[in-house]
């Protein structure tokens, strides 16, 4: 099957599930539990010992970023992108890209048109699209809500939840907008807006409109 090719891809990592070597608009954000929070440096007398051991293990491992030969990610077969509802007239919709440009657009609410559309992308946008999401693409399955972030949760926001899939399996991250997950915002520009990258103006609508797509009462 064929992949889609985002273009430049991330620069050499020592270990790609942590990205100590990624450029910050590159950095990926998933977090292995030994660099999970500040509960990795024990309290009380062990922890200058601690401390000791990681400054040397991090300047090696810096060091070596340099001379680490690029490693490249799997281009996905196809990536699926879905905003959901807030409170308040938030788009809701789905999209499907193929890695030939073709793809489907399945609108809810809040979006100019409903049900099932088809779509297609030229190669600039597809490159577009992809290297706007690829620095939040995980390792493996990523959630961030609730339950799982590392400052205090808004109420009232929505989610996006993008899956690449390709050959070697499925790579998916969910993630409730209320939890401004650090590793996360600061990466620009930012997720929610990624479908602008694609020809779904019409299809998506505008917010001025958001409430006029939607026939009285419901």
Not at 63 to 69: E, F, M
Request: glycine residues 8%; hydrophobic residues 35%; aromatic residues 10%.
């Amino acid at each position: 099957m064929a992949r889609i090719s985002s273009g430049a891809r991330p620069e050499g990592r020592i270990n790609h599930s942590v990205g100590l070597c990624r450029s910050p608009s590159q950095h990926a954000f998933t977090i292995p539990p030994p660099f999970q929070g500040e509960a990795r440096f024990r309290a009380g007398k062990d922890q200058p010992k601690v401390l000791k051991q990681a400054i040397p293990l991090s300047a090696i491992l810096l060091a070596g970023c340099a001379t680490v030969p690029q490693q490249t990610r799997t281009a996905p077969e196809s990536v699926t992108f879905e905003e959901t509802a807030c409170f308040g007239s938030c788009p809701i919709f789905s999209i499907t890209l193929n890695a030939d440009g073709s793809g489907v657009f399945e609108g809810t609410r809040f979006v100019a048109a409903k049900g099932e559309h088809r779509f297609t992308a030229k190669p600039a946008q597809v490159k577009a699209f992809l290297a706007r999401i690829e620095p939040f693409r995980p390792e493996g399955i990523v959630e961030y809500g609730y339950d799982n972030c590392s400052v205090p949760v808004r109420t009232d926001s929505p989610s996006v939840r993008v899956t690449w899939q390709s050959e070697g399996g499925a790579e998916a991250l969910s993630w409730y907008l209320g939890c401004a997950e650090p590793k996360a915002v600061k990466i620009k520009p930012d997720l929610y807006g990624a479908w602008k990258e694609l020809p779904l103006d019409e299809l998506v609508g505008t917010k001025e409109n958001r409430f006029e797509y939607e026939p009285q009462g419901r």
